[in-house]
């Protein structure tokens, strides 16, 4: 206890504390506009991704594989490219792949036995050259690199056949192919009744 005469002069007592305002951060206690802080933007993008067109950026001059909405297969190096994903290849080359019959001799004199037993098939696969190539964005399927090393490999399960027999039998198959799909669209003309190509289910 302190000890205290009459000609001291008065002590002035102590200033509370001011406490920040509850809903004010400490950092912001001399802010013209009190409050909890602005949220934060979004991140910004780096400037490749602005288009998904963009992202062919790092396939461009590489070796692709396109597979098209009509079942096209097609190899070649990307040059050029735009908004739209339009495709400018070089190099080109169009691949075929087919199935024939394998028939042997001893199966070729029994005709009850290959009525009776499947016939095994060969698979075969052909490169065409096509040179430069144009694609339109909207009529790519697939689209990946191809691994170099593994580029003069032949496919899996397939073996390189000669070119025109393998063109031959793939045109015939894909003249099977549109006369049954005129077939189908016989049958399912009263769903589309105006001819746009439409069918309605």
């Known amino acids: 206890m302190e000890n205290l005469s009459l000609n001291d002069p008065p002590q002035q007592p102590a200033s509370p504390q001011r406490l920040p305002h509850p809903q004010q951060h400490p950092q912001q206690q001399n802010a013209v506009f009190p409050g909890p802080a602005p949220p934060q933007g979004a991140p910004q993008l780096p400037p490749q991704m602005f288009t998904t067109a963009a992202q062919l950026l790092d396939l461009t001059d590489k070796k692709l594989l396109l597979v098209l909405r009509d079942g096209r ?21 169009e691949r075929y792949f087919v199935s024939v019959p394998s028939a042997t001799s001893a199966d070729s004199a029994n005709p009850q036995s290959q009525s009776q037993q499947p016939q095994p098939t060969r698979n075969l696969y052909c490169d065409i050259p096509r040179g430069t190539f144009l694609v339109r964005g909207e009529n790519v399927l697939l689209l990946g690199e191809v691994d170099l090393d593994k580029d003069d490999d032949p496919p899996p399960g397939y073996e390189e056949g000669d070119v025109e027999e393998v063109f031959r039998i793939q045109k015939e198959a894909e003249r099977e192919r549109k006369k049954k799909d005129r077939l189908k669209g016989k049958k399912t003309a009263w769903r589309d009744p105006e001819g746009s190509g439409e069918v309605l289910f």
Do not use: C, E, P, Y
Not at 78 to 87: G, I, P, T
């Open 73 to 93: 297969k097609i190899f070649g190096v990307l040059r050029s490219w735009d908004q739209f994903a339009n495709l400018v290849l070089t190099d080109t080359k």
